[in-house]
């Protein structure tokens, strides 16, 4: 099982965005697909029931209980987390046992910038973190990459030490996405496809994360 914990110190940056359409992609490739909802607002939860009956769906489990993990069917394949904006270590230390890798989304504004910075050498300094040297993917959201302001951005964040594995542009179609529990990766038009391509790097990444895990594993 691959686990992926996605998580930031900021509300309103992407987190559930990013989990549901991971949990989406893995499920349309196949994979018994779980997300687990730590976050109270539920807007993961949302998403999963509206996609319920859907030919993709995602099966969600309640991240806020303390035994949640023994919810997660035997079978799963592809585990995405979502946590709350401003989660302490008791949150996610027992999600972080289960992680693989975390991903880090961060929006390209100021207060963002050093909301995020300051989150990440918590997250790198935390125990389980370091015991298990756990890679730290970075997710630029909402970036208009034609603007100045995107570019100073990046450039920035990509000064921080960790991997920046995937720039997202800002676009409605996130949004309109949430309101139907779909996915970028349920659709094909070329304008989709475009946007699809953004996460072409993440994906990437997480293959090696993913490769990576089972040689650990057969060692």
Request: charge should be positive; charged fraction near 20%.
């Given at each position: 099982m691959l686990s992926i914990l996605v998580a930031s110190s900021k509300g309103g940056c992407g987190k559930s965005t990013l989990s549901t359409q991971l949990a989406a992609?893995?499920?349309?490739?196949?994979?018994?697909?779980?997300?687990?909802d730590a976050d109270?607002?539920?807007?993961?939860?949302?998403?999963?029931?509206?996609?319920?009956?859907?030919a993709y769906p995602?099966?969600?489990?309640?991240?806020r209980q303390k035994k949640w993990s023994k919810q997660l069917p035997a079978d799963t394949?592809?585990?995405?987390?979502?946590?709350?904006?401003?989660a302490d270590e008791a949150l996610l230390k027992p999600l972080l046992k289960r992680a693989d890798a975390v991903l880090v989304p961060v929006l390209p504004s100021a207060i963002d910038l050093r909301a995020?910075?300051?989150?990440?050498?918590?997250?790198?300094?935390?125990?389980?973190?370091?015991?298990?040297?756990?890679?730290?993917?970075?997710v630029a959201n909402r970036t208009r990459p034609w603007t100045q302001a995107s570019q100073r951005a990046l450039d920035e964040i990509c000064q921080w030490?960790?991997?920046?594995?995937a720039?997202?542009?800002?676009?409605?179609?996130?949004?309109l996405l949430a309101g139907l529990g779909k996915s970028l990766f349920d659709y094909h038009s070329q304008a989709i496809l475009q946007q699809q391509e953004d996460w072409q790097p993440l994906f990437a990444?997480?293959?090696?994360?993913?490769?990576?895990?089972?040689?650990?594993g057969s060692a």
């Open positions: 992609y893995f499920a349309l490739a196949g994979k018994r697909s779980v997300l687990v109270p607002q539920g807007s993961s939860t949302d998403w999963c029931a509206l996609r319920a009956e859907q995602v099966i969600v489990v309640d991240g394949q592809r585990l995405v987390m979502d946590t709350p904006a401003g995020s910075q300051r989150f990440l050498q918590r997250l790198a300094a935390h125990p389980t973190v370091k015991q298990q040297a756990m890679p730290i993917g970075l030490g960790f991997p920046l594995v720039q997202l542009r800002d676009a409605q179609a996130y949004v990444w997480l293959r090696e994360i993913n490769r990576a895990r089972k040689v650990a």
